[in-house]
C-alpha cells in the first residue's frame, strides 16, 4: 500500500517540513512504509517569496552564514545523507558568489547580508538536492499550481487544484506564507486604493518620476520600497574617501515622504558585536521564572515578562561595558523609543537623522548598549515559550500583538546597517524626507492623498500622487489566497482573534482548530499563518541559528509517520 502526504507551499517552511518528512521515512524501521509525497507549489519548489531573479538591491536582513536548510545536522547527528549538505554560506563559496560592497567586488564572508535572490537559487538548490536522493520507499510529485480549496473525507483529504485536479492524500501540511496573504496584490490600481509593496515591478511601472509618495511603514518592507524607487530607477550610492555613504540621483526618482504609526525608525542588525551572544545563558528571563508566573496565573507580557528583560538588558549592558562602570543606559527608552512631540517636520526629521546618526556608529562599533539590544532577538524563543498557545491573558494577548510586537520587531528584526547608511544618504540628498512625525491622518480625496500631521505643534500637510503600504501582515482582513479564504468560509480555518488579525488557530499538535473547536487531526499549519498560536514567525527556517521551525516541521512530521503507520497495521 502506497500512503500519500501533501505538503501545499513549498517556500522555505514547506522545505524544512520536506526534509524531515524524507529523514522520517529514510529510517530503518520505516523502510518498509511507502508513501507518495506531493508537493503542490506554483513556483519554483523551495524558493518562496525568494525569487530566484528579483533584483540584487533587496537584501537579507539574516547574515549568510545563519542560514541552512538541511536539519538533520543538527537534529540527527548519527544520520548519514546520501549528498553533501551545504548551508547557504558553504553554498555561496562553492559556486564562486562574490558580493559587491559598493563597487568593490570581494569574496562572501559569513556575516554578509546578501542578495535575497541567490537565497532563492539556494533555496531550489536544496530542493532539488533532497528529491534526488529519495530513500526507495518514497517518491515525490510535484504539482506547479495552487491549491484551492481542502475537503475532508472523514479518513484521508482532498485537495482541490486550480486546474481542477483533485488530491486524494491521507495528510497534508499547509506551509503557504507572503505569497497566499498579501492583499490583492496583484488586482490593477486603482485610485484611492493604496498601493502594495509588491511586485517592485508595479512600482516602478506606476510610480514616475517625480511624483510624491508616502510610505507608510518604517521596517524592513519599506526600505525595500524605497530602495527599489531610488536605486530601481538608476541612483547609486557611493562611499567616500572618509567613509561616508553618499547617494547620487538619476534624476528618475519620487520625491518620498516616509511616515509609521509610532514615527520611530527600526534599528539597524549591528556589523560587529563586542560582546558574542551565540551561547549566552539568561540570569532574568529563564524558563524557570516563566514556569512560576504560568503556575499561578496567565502572563500578562508587559507586566511580568518586560520587566524581567529590562533586567537581563541592564546586566548584560554592564558586564559588555568595557569600563565595567555603570553608564548611562535605560532598557526601556530603547525599547520603546523616545515618546516626544516635536515643533515641527524639520525638528522631527533632525531627530530621525540623529537616530540614524547613533544606530549606524553602535552598530558599526558594536557597543554595550547595541549587545544590550540584541538581547531582544537572542530571547525570542523564551518569548515564545511565555506566549505561545494560549499563554497569555486575553487583554495581554491584544496588547502584545498591537503594541509589543511591533517594537520587538523594531529593535531585534531591522535592516543591515548599510541600509541606515542609504537612508541618512537619502534624506541628505533631498529625495527622503519625515514632514510628519508620528500617526499622520491620512485620507484620498479630488484625486490625491492628503496627509496632515497629528503630533506636531506645528501642524504639516502635504498632498501626494500615491501611498504605498510598506509593510506586509501576516494574516490582513483582505486576503487574495483563495485556498485560506475557502477554508475560512468553510469553517475549517478560524483566526485566533479577530481583534488583531491574527493567525490560524491551532493546537500544540499544530493541527488548526475548525470555528466548530474541533481539532482537524489529518491537517497541519506552520509558519507565518499561524501567528498568534504560534508566535514571532517572520523568519527564515534555518537550525543553523532558528531551530525551532525545523523542531515544529520534525514533529509534524513523525506524527504524519506514525498515523501512517498504524494505518498500514
Not at 540527527?76 to 560592497?101: C, I, M, V
Amino acid at each position: 500500500m502506497t500512503n500519500s502526504v501533501a505538503i501545499i507551499g513549498c517556500g522555505p517552511w514547506g522545505l524544512a517540513v520536506l526534509e524531515r518528512l524524507i529523514y522520517h521515512f529514510s529510517r530503518e524501521d520505516r523502510k518498509g512504509l511507502r508513501a507518495e509525497i506531493h508537493v503542490v507549489e506554483p513556483k519554483a519548489p523551495g524558493v518562496g517569496v525568494y525569487e530566484q531573479h528579483t533584483p540584487d538591491y533587496f537584501l537579507l536582513n539574516t547574515v549568510c552564514g545563519q542560514i541552512d536548510l538541511f536539519g538533520h545536522r543538527y537534529l540527527n547527528g548519527e544520520h548519514t545523507a546520501p549528498y553533501e549538505p551545504l548551508s547557504f554560506y558553504e553554498w555561496l563559496r562553492a559556486n564562486k558568489y562574490q558580493t559587491d560592497d559598493y563597487g568593490s567586488q570581494r569574496e562572501v564572508q559569513r556575516s554578509d547580508f546578501l542578495p535575497r535572490a541567490w537565497l532563492g537559487r539556494y533555496l531550489h538548490w536544496v530542493f532539488l538536492t533532497l528529491i534526488a536522493h529519495l530513500p526507495e520507499n518514497l517518491t515525490v510529485r510535484i504539482h506547479r499550481d495552487y491549491a484551492d480549496d481542502i475537503l475532508s473525507l472523514g479518513d484521508r483529504e482532498a485537495i482541490r487544484l486550480r486546474n481542477k485536479e483533485a488530491l486524494v492524500v491521507d495528510c497534508a501540511i499547509v506551509t503557504v506564507g507572503h505569497a497566499e496573504t498579501v492583499s490583492a496584490a496583484q488586482d490593477p490600481v486603482s485610485a484611492g486604493r493604496p498601493l502594495d509593496a509588491f511586485p517592485y515591478q508595479r512600482l516602478l511601472s506606476t510610480v514616475l518620476p517625480g511624483q510624491t509618495v508616502i510610505v507608510q511603514g518604517m521596517g524592513l518592507t519599506s526600505v525595500d520600497v524605497i530602495t527599489c524607487l531610488t536605486v530601481g530607477n538608476g541612483g547609486k550610492f557611493e562611499r567616500r574617501g572618509n567613509g561616508k555613504l553618499t547617494y547620487l540621483p538619476s534624476g528618475n526618482e519620487p520625491v518620498l515622504l516616509q511616515c509609521s504609526r509610532s514615527g520611530l525608525p527600526y534599528l539597524s542588525r549591528p556589523a560587529r558585536m563586542e560582546y558574542d551572544l551565540s551561547a549566552y545563558t539568561p540570569t532574568f528571563v529563564t524558563k524557570e521564572n516563566i514556569d512560576r508566573i504560568k503556575e499561578q496565573r496567565k502572563i500578562d507580557f508587559r507586566q511580568d515578562i518586560l520587566p524581567l528583560l529590562w533586567q537581563e538588558m541592564h546586566s548584560l549592558y554592564r558586564l559588555a561595558s568595557k569600563n565595567g562602570a555603570e553608564l548611562e543606559f535605560d532598557p526601556e527608552l530603547r525599547f520603546w523609543g523616545e515618546n516626544r512631540s516635536y515643533e515641527d517636520s524639520a525638528a522631527y526629521q533632525q531627530a530621525v537623522l540623529r537616530q540614524y546618526g547613533l544606530d549606524i556608529l553602535e552598530a558599526n562599533q558594536g557597543t554595550a548598549s547595541k549587545s544590550a539590544i540584541e538581547l531582544v532577538r537572542v530571547l525570542r524563543d523564551l518569548f515564545r515559550y511565555a506566549v505561545d498557545f494560549g499563554g497569555l491573558t486575553e487583554s495581554s494577548f491584544v496588547d502584545f500583538h498591537s503594541n509589543i510586537v511591533p517594537m520587538l520587531y523594531r529593535t531585534a528584526v531591522g535592516p543591515p546597517v548599510h541600509k541606515v547608511e542609504e537612508l541618512r544618504a537619502l534624506v541628505e540628498a533631498g529625495v527622503l524626507h519625515y514632514p510628519f512625525g508620528k500617526s499622520p491622518d491620512i485620507v484620498f480625496q479630488r484625486g490625491k492623498w492628503l496627509a496632515r500631521s497629528t503630533s506636531l505643534k506645528s501642524a504639516s500637510t502635504r498632498t501626494a500622487d500615491h501611498l504605498i503600504l510598506g509593510y506586509v501582515q501576516p494574516m490582513p482582513a483582505e486576503m487574495s489566497s483563495v485556498l485560506l479564504n475557502n477554508l475560512f468560509r468553510s469553517g475549517r480555518f478560524k483566526r485566533l482573534n479577530s481583534e488583531v488579525n491574527s493567525g490560524i488557530a491551532i493546537n500544540p499538535a499544530f493541527n488548526p482548530i475548525s470555528q466548530s473547536k474541533e481539532s482537524q487531526p489529518l491537517l497541519y499549519v506552520l509558519g507565518l499563518i499561524t501567528e498568534g498560536s504560534r508566535n514571532l514567525n517572520l523568519y527564515i527556517p534555518s537550525p543553523e541559528s532558528r531551530l525551532r521551525a525545523f523542531l515544529d516541521a520534525d514533529k509534524c512530521a513523525a506524527d504524519i509517520v506514525r498515523k501512517l503507520q498504524w494505518v498500514n497495521t
